[in-house]
């Protein structure tokens, strides 16, 4: 109770804004990301050979740095822009799981397994060691090393979840990931004579090497309709990667969680589960699409459910990513994110050469 005579205090400007925007909820931010999607899906169906998650990537960034659009993707809209990150990129990766088939990857062969293998564990291991040599803060390196060894921004968004990652970490991995990703839709093509690939196997290398789905799409589809079919299989293969890798992330913050409080976690603290569930639901998805039961028309109406799923998110990942901060470290960045393309693409051509 105020003392007599005492003038009320007024409340802080900033404890005013911050309880309007709970109070806002998350719906402008998810129409900001719903707009967002709509002018992405109109881009890439007027340029087809740039995929619409990558654009959805640029138009957040862009709303986070644009005077007209900075104040609100910063505050009003962000509980719903963190939303879509967070919760519309989960139900994205499981429904990912809908476009592999266990029959699929046992019709490559096992020479094509193990080269994903390869390709995966080397790029994985390599960009993680890399990143934390030159220094790259937070969980930057893990986070780089899952997108450029599995499958770009929707690896990164799967794995920020499971390990705790800060925002910033994660959209700044999803900025130089896409980055590098876009650009291989430009130089890829160009080396396939000069490396002396076939369709085939200029298919396979670009599945093996390229971060997302639609970037190996638009990549893969310049040599014809043999590079795309391989192209987009071996690039599924890398996908299943994602369920072990998030599994096997869980249980080494659980280990370490325990570990910090002498064994047993601290009073109250939810530890993550050793398989989270929205990668339980994408097992589970490969399983259903496994059985051949769903028609064609269900497969289709998922697929393109989960590219805008994805798209929002990754445009509310866009919106966190703060360009000042970046370009601090924008030069280690830079440079993590070249030898991971670098290490990814050869390592992957050797695979191909290896299993003609």
């Not at 280990?255 to 639901?281: D, K, S, T």
Request: overall charge positive; charged content about 15%; some cysteine.
């Amino acid at each position: 109770m105020a003392l007599l005579g005492q003038r009320p205090q007024k409340p802080a400007p900033a404890r005013i804004a911050r309880v309007r925007v709970r109070a806002a909820g998350p719906w402008p931010g998810l129409a900001l990301a719903a707009a967002g999607v709509a002018v992405a899906a109109g881009i890439h169906r007027l340029v087809p050979g740039v995929p619409m998650l990558t654009v959805a990537v640029v138009l957040g960034l862009a709303a986070a740095q644009l005077p007209g659009t900075r104040m609100w993707a910063g505050g009003r809209a962000r509980p719903g822009l963190t939303f879509a990150a967070k919760r519309l990129m989960r139900v994205g990766v499981v429904l990912l799981g809908l476009k592999l088939s266990l029959r699929d990857v046992l019709g490559v062969g096992w020479g094509t397994v193990a080269m994903v293998l390869v390709v995966v564990a080397a790029t994985f291991f390599g960009t993680w060691w890399l990143g934390r040599k030159l220094g790259l803060p937070g969980d930057q390196p893990l986070l780089i090393a899952t997108g450029y060894s599995i499958c770009g921004a929707s690896a990164i968004g799967a794995v920020s979840d499971v390990s705790r990652s800060e925002e910033r970490d994660t959209a700044a991995s999803v900025a130089v990931v896409t980055l590098c990703g876009t650009l291989a839709i430009a130089v890829l093509p160009l080396l396939q004579g000069p490396l002396g690939l076939s369709d085939a196997e200029f298919g396979r290398w670009v599945g093996a090497s390229v971060h997302d789905v639609g970037q190996v799409v638009a990549t893969a589809q310049t040599a014809g309709g043999d590079a795309l079919g391989e192209g987009v299989l071996v690039k599924l293969m890398r996908v299943a990667m994602l369920a072990p890798l998030v599994a096997g992330l869980a249980l080494a913050v659980r280990a370490r969680g325990a570990r910090g409080a002498g064994g047993a976690g601290a009073p109250g603290e939810r530890r993550p589960p050793l398989v989270p569930l929205f990668v339980a639901g994408f097992v589970a998805m490969v399983a259903v699409r496994s059985t051949g039961w769903l028609p064609g028309a269900v497969l289709d109406g998922a697929a393109v459910a989960q590219e805008l799923l994805l798209a929002a998110a990754l445009f509310g990942l866009g919106s966190a990513v703060d360009l000042r901060s970046l370009v601090r470290t924008g030069g280690r960045v830079g440079l993590v994110g070249l030898c991971a393309w670098i290490l990814v693409g050869g390592v992957s051509y050797a695979g191909v050469c290896l299993t003609r």
